[in-house]
Antibody, heavy 119, light 110 residues
């Protein structure tokens, strides 16, 4: 069974750095793309980017390019989403998600990580 | 949002509703597939329809998808109270080189 388990909620201050995680199980981690989606409070879904753990090929949405870093660790089957300087506007729930075997859509989702940033 | 959805739709139990998703020549109109998700607030989204009109196992056949030109639709028949929630369409946009979501549609079962 494919499972994506995300790290817990975070409360941070503006300017601080943060790295949240998404641990995958139930499949061969290196062979499937895995992405991140942002959802601000009361708002819709926003695609942030996606990584192929096999070779670390990473694609970013233009809206998030340079704002976050997506990485993956094959040894622990974990994907990361990282900020070097948080802003209050980064307050949101972040989901990791994985496509099916083929196709550009997300079939499996993590439970979400709430990030609150105070100014 | 790059893909446009109505903010809300509603229907009585047992009736049907349709949710539209309008794109342009860089996404749906460029023949990229459309996918649909369902989300109960404060929970993770769930895949409802993929590749325009395919249903993952476990999704009732009351849900169906279609695509025509630069638009797509999600149809729900035989509305049930548990269908209430937010529905999102998603596709790929070649001008952005990015996956894109619609703004979401809130379904209320009256």
């Amino acid at each position: 069974e494919v499972q994506l388990v995300q790290s817990g909620a975070e409360i941070k201050k503006a300017g601080e750095s943060l790295k949240i995680s998404c641990k995958a199980s139930g499949y061969y981690f290196a062979s499937y793309w895995i992405g991140w989606v942002r959802q601000k409070p009361g708002k819709g879904l926003e695609w942030m980017g996606i990584i192929y753990p096999g070779d670390s090929d990473t694609r970013y949405s233009p809206s998030f390019q340079g704002q976050v870093t997506i990485s993956a660790d094959k040894s622990t089957s974990t994907t990361y989403l990282e900020w070097s300087g948080l802003k209050a506007s980064d307050t949101a729930t972040y989901y990791c998600a994985r496509p099916l075997s083929s196709g550009w859509f997300f079939a499996y989702w993590g439970q979400g990580t709430l990030v609150r940033v105070s100014s | 949002s790059v893909l446009t959805q109505p903010p809300s739709v509603s229907g009585a139990p047992g009736q049907g509703v349709t949710i539209a998703c309008t794109g342009n020549s860089s996404n749906i109109g460029a023949n990229y597939e459309v996918h649909w998700y369902y989300q109960v607030p404060q929970t993770a989204p769930k895949l409802l329809i993929y590749a325009n009109d395919d249903r993952p196992s476990g999704v009732p056949d009351r849900f169906s998808g279609s695509r025509s030109g630069a638009s797509a639709s999600l149809a729900i028949t035989g509305l049930q109270r548990e269908d209430e929630g937010d529905y999102y369409c998603q596709s790929y946009d070649s001008s952005l080189s990015a996956w894109v979501f619609g703004g979401g549609t809130k379904l209320t079962v009256l």
